[in-house]
């Protein structure tokens, strides 16, 4: 599915009407996983992320706090780009849609579409609710007996002139390139929900909204008709091709992974493939929709008021460290068809389990006896002597080339998944071979070396395979083991092939990587930036 040399992921661009909370986050971690596990595999990576600012809701609520939208925009855009560096998001561009590399390229995409006809003038009917001055869908005009589902006002049927894009031509050929590229909308609950939506038939959607009166200048014209303007999500969908329409970027095109929530799915597996075909441009190879962050069993909603947010996850990430928030969104996250939920408990669990307990645990068994045994270097592989049934090389290469293959399908927990295992297997190879007893006997000491060479390598390896999660622990557990990453300088199969620890490096004893956490303590408090 991914190509060889080359891997470009995006996430949503998302709305500078909100702050960003955890389901952002979740969404950028995602595609910051695989976009660290590509560079680690060696491909030329571009990972892009940013914001969708040209909504008409931002005009009102930028005139609420007396801005105009642009700076409105820029504001909570600064926002994003903040939350992200704090967690240590490694995109490569941040797009926004007010700027003019996006809207001169969309303009383009528009006038090209509008010459083929596969967007033109038509007429819209709808039922239209003048109390909230928006469109009711007909079914939730039905429910709502024609009356306004907010104030209860009748609703009126109204008709207005728009362009409309010709989605209905575009349906067998999405339907058979979908059947043909079965990883082409994941996971595959996801896809059968989209193909028998598409099976009861595509309508041309459009694509402009009318020039109101008291226009705000917000938003990209319609090329040639000053009377409307790009619909938001036409301009937003097309900021995962301006973003890499220049002479030096077009090789990245088309994307590999479009990550995306589940709410935007049908925007990103229907419109945007059928836009992409009018436009004649490639597909691209995946998109991905995960399921919902819930909230101690609770659904996340404004009326709620119960987002988890930044002052939420930075408290997190104060007490317990970023990669543990990044590594519980990351392998507890909704990333398949089902909802998952952030409880406090369940955070602690999972952190003493696996970061406490397994990582952190392993590394300072292994660094503590080096340091009582060995002098504190690195030994080295001694012969075969204290391997007793375990083919350390084969063990670990079939980690990460497991790892490699999951990631390679978007399966990324299950990618960090194989480098726990690896971790979890150097611990039971100790408790096996019991070096600590065998070093009571001096004529044990090779053997002994050998089983913490052999410990301390596949740490190392395993280490690999957990970076793309918790970069900054992984590079720390390393240097304990007296070696530094190559990351990004060489390929996976080069850092992971068996034997990268230098015999006679310095193995530091420090401080646990991930002290043991309280349980009964109480979550720790929200921290404002
Ligand atoms: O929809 N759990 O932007 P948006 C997990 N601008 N992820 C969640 C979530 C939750 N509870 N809530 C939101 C838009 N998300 C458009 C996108 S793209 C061309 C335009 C995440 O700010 C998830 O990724 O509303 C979802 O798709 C996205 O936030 C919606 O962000």
């Known amino acids: 599915?991914?190509?060889?040399?080359?891997?470009?992921?995006?996430?949503?661009?998302?709305?500078?009407?909100?702050?960003?909370?955890?389901?952002?986050?979740?969404?950028?971690?995602?595609?910051?996983?695989?976009?660290?596990?590509?560079?680690?595999?060696?491909?030329?990576?571009?990972?892009?992320?940013?914001?969708?600012?040209?909504?008409?809701?931002?005009?009102?609520?930028?005139?609420?706090?007396?801005?105009?939208?642009?700076?409105?925009?820029?504001?909570?855009?600064?926002?994003f780009r903040e939350a992200f560096a704090e967690l240590d998001i490694s995109n490569d561009d941040f797009i926004r849609t007010s700027e003019p590399r996006h809207t001169e390229r969309l303009a383009g995409y528009i006038r090209r579409l509008q010459d083929s006809g596969d967007i033109a003038l038509g007429d819209y009917e709808g039922w239209w609710d003048p109390s909230q001055e928006e469109y009711v869908t007909e079914t939730a005009a039905r429910e709502h007996n024609f009356q306004s589902p907010v104030t209860g006002r009748p609703l009126v049927k109204r008709t207005e002139k728009n362009y409309f894009f010709r989605l209905s031509a575009y349906a067998d050929r999405l339907l058979a390139h979908i059947e043909a590229h079965p990883g082409f909308i994941r996971p595959e609950a996801r896809r059968n929900e989209v193909v028998g939506r598409i099976r009861q038939g595509l309508q041309d959607v459009p694509v402009s909204r009318a020039v109101q009166e008291g226009d705000a200048d917000w938003g990209v014209l319609m090329p040639g008709d000053p009377g409307h303007r790009v619909y938001v999500w036409i301009d937003a969908l097309c900021n995962y091709l301006t973003a890499v329409d220049t002479p030096e970027r077009r090789a990245f095109w088309?994307?590999?992974?479009?990550?995306?929530?589940?709410?935007?799915?049908?925007?990103?597996?229907?419109?945007?493939?059928c836009l992409l075909m009018a436009l004649g441009e490639d597909l691209p190879g995946c998109v991905y929709a995960h399921s919902y962050w819930i909230r101690e069993g609770r659904k996340m909603s404004k009326s709620l008021g119960n987002f988890l947010d930044m002052p939420t996850l930075r408290g997190y990430a104060g007490a317990f460290g970023v990669d543990a928030v990044r590594w519980f969104l990351l392998t507890q996250g909704?990333?398949?068809?089902?909802?998952?939920?952030?409880?406090?408990?369940?955070?602690?669990?999972?952190?003493?389990?696996?970061?406490?307990?397994?990582?952190?645990?392993?590394?300072?068994?292994?660094?503590?006896?080096?340091?009582?045994?060995c002098d504190g270097a690195v030994p080295d592989a001694g012969g075969s002597a204290g391997l007793a049934d375990h083919d350390w090389p084969a063990i670990a290469a079939g980690a990460v080339e497991r790892a490699a293959a999951k990631a390679d399908a978007m399966d990324l927990p299950g990618a960090l998944a194989e480098g726990l295992a690896l971790v979890r297997r150097v611990d039971g190879y100790i408790h096996a071979t019991e070096p600590f007893k065998l070093a009571k006997d001096p004529s044990k000491r090779g053997e002994v070396a050998a089983i913490l060479h052999h410990a301390a390598e596949a740490l190392r390896i395993a280490g690999l395979v957990l970076w793309p999660a918790m970069p900054g622990k992984m590079e720390a557990l390393w240097r304990r083991l007296g070696w530094e990453a190559p990351i990004g300088r060489a390929p996976l199969s080069e850092l992971a092939r068996w034997g990268g620890l230098t015999p006679g490096a310095r193995a530091v004893i420090g401080d646990p990587l991930f002290p043991r956490a309280d349980p009964a303590a109480p979550p720790p408090a929200p921290a404002p930036g």
């Open 1 to 79: 599915m991914t190509r060889p040399d080359r891997f470009y992921v995006t996430t949503p661009i998302y709305y500078v009407n909100d702050r960003p909370h955890i389901g952002h986050c979740y969404t950028t971690l995602l595609a910051d996983a695989a976009a660290r596990m590509n560079r680690l595999l060696g491909r030329e990576t571009f990972f892009l992320t940013g914001t969708d600012e040209h909504a008409e809701k931002v005009v009102a609520a930028a005139a609420e706090h007396g801005l105009s939208p642009m700076d409105w925009a820029s504001r909570n855009a600064e926002a």
């Open 254 to 273: 088309p994307a590999d992974a479009h990550l995306v929530g589940k709410d935007i799915l049908w925007f990103h597996a229907v419109i945007w493939p």
């Open 334 to 373: 909704p990333a398949g068809a089902t909802d998952a939920d952030f409880a406090h408990a369940r955070f602690v669990e999972v952190y003493n389990a696996d970061l406490a307990n397994s990582v952190g645990n392993a590394l300072n068994r292994v660094t503590n006896m080096i340091g009582r045994y």
